[in-house]
């Protein structure tokens, strides 16, 4: 009779970084499709918000299929951050009204701010998509990508800026709506015809098991590991 009695556990599965790109999968309210798509460029660069030694500004619009992406960079004659890296945008549960917010109003009256945290779905919000992003820059420079879900409609699509502790008061911003749902026609695919993920057919490897992948990534073949030798054998 065995002294313990448990059996053998099932190991737990991690993901492991792709080898290989597969077709995009149509969640576009999630992020940007960067390794899919070329996006369209909107050279709109002009101040969102300012104040006298700060300067909130939009540089670029990314237009893709279905979403865009901000390009924006605030601007101070001081010091901003000691890390670049982290940015001034912050998504918390509870929102800082004295830190640098922003937000956009579309036609319709649906909006969407960095007042809220977002979390990616796997299936279709129903309300609009905000997520706030760090880029880098200096100290005096950071940079920011604001990606948004869905393109606007034709009609006034409006930013709001917004930083108490740096005297920016509540700021909006009225872009063409109907100009940047045109630009996406212009967003390129990069690699047509790539072949579809399996479902459910990520990537993965078990704890304290060598994990061979099938060359398209598909079912996980888990080599037994070689046994111990007791001391003395």
Same mark, same amino acid.
């Given at each position: ?14 993901p492991v970084p792709e080898q290989e790109l597969y077709a995009f999968n149509g969640r576009h309210w999630t992020d940007a499709p960067r390794e899919h798509i ?56 509870? $929102? ?26 796997a299936s279709e919000p129903e309300d609009p998509v905000l997520r706030a992003q760090p880029v880098g820059g200096t100290r005096f420079a950071v940079d920011h ?69 099938? $060359? ?10 070689? $046994? ?6």
């Open positions: 009779m065995s002294f313990f009695t448990g059996g053998p556990r099932e190991r737990p599965l991690f070329v996006p369209a460029v909107l050279p709109w660069a002009q101040p969102l918000g300012r104040s006298e030694r700060t300067v909130i500004a939009l540089r670029a619009i990314e237009v893709w299929p279905e979403a865009l992406t901000l390009r924006v960079t605030v601007y101070s004659r001081d010091s901003l951050v000691d890390n670049p890296a982290e940015g001034l945008i912050d998504h918390r549960r509870k $929102p800082d009204y004295n830190g640098l917010l922003i937000g956009v109003l579309y036609a319709d009256g649906s909006r969407a701010s960095s007042e809220t945290v977002s979390v990616p779905s990508e604001i990606f948004l879900w869905p393109l606007p409609s034709a009609g006034p699509l409006k930013l709001v800026v917004q930083w108490t502790d740096r005297e920016i008061p509540e700021t909006r911003t009225t872009l063409d709506g109907g100009a940047i749902r045109a630009a996406s026609k212009d967003a390129a695919e990069i690699w047509p015809g790539l072949g579809k993920r399996q479902a459910n057919g990520l990537p993965v490897r078990r704890v304290g098991k060598q994990v061979a992948l099938t $060359p398209d990534w598909g079912t996980a073949v888990v080599r037994a590991e070689e $046994p111990g030798h007791a001391p003395g054998d």
